[in-house]
């Protein structure tokens, strides 16, 4: 059963334009939402977060938005910069559960 | 701040060997997390540790794979003996409370394990 699905393995962005990855989850229990990027031969590194109480937060290029009642988030980063191009894991959990589930990922890739 | 450290990076074995997996996380993180990373999949807990303590368990097949966190610090997962569906990349992961409403989870490299 997975309850974090990313269902674009793949995506390519020109450099400048805006990337939107996008992720669904199914377990109503989840209130936190982490991504995180990871480039080949490296760990996962802590890219943002939202928690349940907002439908948006920003760091920089980034941004996560939240649709709760869709049970849907999405990650635009702008602009796509070639830096960019890593795999991309949407993650969930309750928060203080302290347990991350993770999607499958997908792979972005920025075209110069 | 150093980071999540694991060791080795590579380990290439024959089916039915051991193996065995260090971490040490980062300085003060009381959780420490061993996750298992399937080639196209994302990573999938196997144990949790609240200091030298284990929380969750429940995803580790325990009639192969250990795991034990003896002082509270670091770490060891093994794999006795190893299958060939246990390659994977292992994730060793520390966690830390950024603020009232924000968490996440410090990774290591990882350990890719091959087994032939």
């Known amino acids: 059963d997975q309850q974090v699905k990313q269902n674009s393995p793949s995506l390519s962005v020109q450099e400048g334009r805006i990337s939107i990855l996008n992720c669904d989850y199914t377990n109503s229990m989840f209130d936190y939402f982490l991504w995180y990027k990871k480039y080949p031969a490296e760990g996962p590194t802590f890219l943002i977060s939202?928690?349940?109480?907002?439908d948006k937060n920003e760091d920089g290029r980034f941004t996560v938005f939240l649709n709760k009642s869709a049970k849907h988030l999405s990650l635009h980063i702008v602009p796509s910069q070639p830096g960019d191009s890593a795999v991309y894991f949407c993650a969930a959990t309750n928060f203080g559960n302290e347990k991350l589930t993770f999607g499958t990922g997908t792979r972005l890739t920025i075209i110069p | 701040e150093a980071g999540v450290a694991q060791s080795p990076r590579y380990k290439i074995i024959e089916k039915r060997q051991s193996v065995a997996f260090w971490c040490n996380p980062i300085s003060g993180h009381a959780t420490l997390y061993w996750y298992q990373q399937i080639l196209g999949q994302g990573p999938k807990l196997l144990i949790q540790f609240q200091n030298n303590g284990v929380v969750d368990d429940s995803q580790l097949p325990k009639d192969r794979f250990s795991a034990e966190r003896l002082k509270g610090v670091d770490s060891t997962l093994k794999i006795q003996p190893a299958k060939l569906e246990d390659s994977a990349v292992y994730l060793c992961?520390?966690?830390?409370?950024?603020?009232?409403?924000?968490?996440?989870?410090?990774f290591g490299p990882g350990t890719r394990l091959l087994v032939l």
């Open positions: 939202i928690s349940s109480i907002k």
């Open positions: 992961a520390s966690r830390r409370v950024l603020s009232l409403y924000q968490e996440t989870q410090y």
